[in-house]
């Protein structure tokens, strides 16, 4: 309702930054881990610590591959500045407005300094979505009959189809893009693992070595956004500014970890196989091996192709 009384504020605020799903996945990772580890007791030999890091980098990698397609944190900013509150009103509040940028959306915070202000709690946080094309012009349309404040409204104006900054084109091709790599990027890791526990190492690195460039192609995706102009969302004299966070860095920490992992292994598959083998915990079946023949007393040498006895290769 409009006029002398205040548009009020009915919803519940939208979870954030880690959200529902992003707990689910730490969780489920976490306990993953927690049970490989209980098991750990049971592996032989000097292989015990070799497959307790394998299998805690690869969870790693998997988990941030997973939860970074739903975290809200991919470019972060945010500005204090004293601006108005609300529409039809001329009341002023001095607050710090955020903007949270990810791949399925963004959020928009308010937080008053402090935050008891107007006799009310000026601490808001709200989610426009864009997973399809009209989808954040009626979330930002909900808001306006909700009455939420000026200072939200207007960030979540320049994201709107119409808006002449173009910010919303921009950003949902980019972020389309990058979590369809990611989401590559995790069914690659999926092969991976089951190929490095089979017997065909190579291919298993050169999955992982894929997991890796996917992961930089979403980083890359993600990041030409900022090679455009960007639209000046100004309050007053003080301007809000983005930067990348930190979903960005660990997602790109992640690639290159997966990079020097892959291109280890491809180098240690071709100087050191014997090595690669027993770190994966791999018996060696079809390469060299030795045998004693009892009745005669000799040690052969045995391979694919041909056995030759000790007194013959003298």
Not at 196 to 217: E, Q, R
Not at 229 to 246: A, D, E, M, V
Not at 258 to 268: A, D, M, N, P, R
Not at 276 to 295: A, G, I, P, Q, Y
Request: hydrophobic share 45%; net charge neutral.
């Amino acid at each position: 309702m409009y006029g002398r009384a205040f548009p009020f504020y009915s919803r519940p605020r939208t979870p954030f930054v880690f959200d529902v799903r992003s707990i689910e996945i730490i969780v489920i990772f976490v306990v993953t881990a927690c049970t490989l580890i209980i098991i750990l007791p049971g592996i032989r030999g000097k292989s015990r610590p070799f497959w307790l890091l394998r299998v805690l980098t690869s969870l790693s990698i998997g988990a941030v591959i997973l939860a970074v397609n739903f975290t809200s944190d991919w470019e972060v900013g945010s500005v204090t500045a004293t601006t108005v509150y609300k529409s039809f009103s001329s009341a002023m509040v001095n607050a710090s407005i955020g903007l949270w940028v990810g791949l399925n959306g963004v959020n928009i915070t308010l937080t008053g300094n402090p935050v008891y202000q107007l006799n009310e709690t000026i601490n808001y946080n709200e989610e426009f979505a864009w997973e399809s094309g009209k989808q954040f012009d009626e979330v930002y349309r909900e808001g306006l009959e909700k009455g939420l404040p000026n200072p939200i409204l207007y960030v979540a104006e320049k994201f709107i189809i119409d808006s002449p900054c173009g910010l919303h084109r921009q950003y949902r091709i980019s972020t389309y893009y990058s979590s369809a790599i990611l989401w590559v990027a995790f069914s690659t890791w999926i092969i991976s693992n089951v190929l490095f526990s089979m017997p065909v190492l190579l291919y298993g690195i050169y999955m992982m070595l894929v997991t890796a460039i996917c992961i930089i192609f979403s980083l890359v995706s993600f990041a030409s956004i900022r090679q455009t102009p960007i639209c000046s969302i100004q309050f007053g004299s003080s301007s809000l500014h983005t930067r990348f966070g930190l979903s960005f860095w660990l997602s790109l920490v992640t690639g290159m970890l997966c990079l020097i992992i892959s291109l280890g292994l491809v180098l240690l598959h071709r100087t050191k196989p014997k090595t690669l083998r027993r770190f994966f915990n791999h018996v060696e079946t079809d390469d060299f091996s030795e045998k004693t023949d009892s009745d005669k007393g000799q040690v052969y040498i045995l391979d694919d192709t041909h056995r030759m006895t000790l007194q013959e290769m003298l």
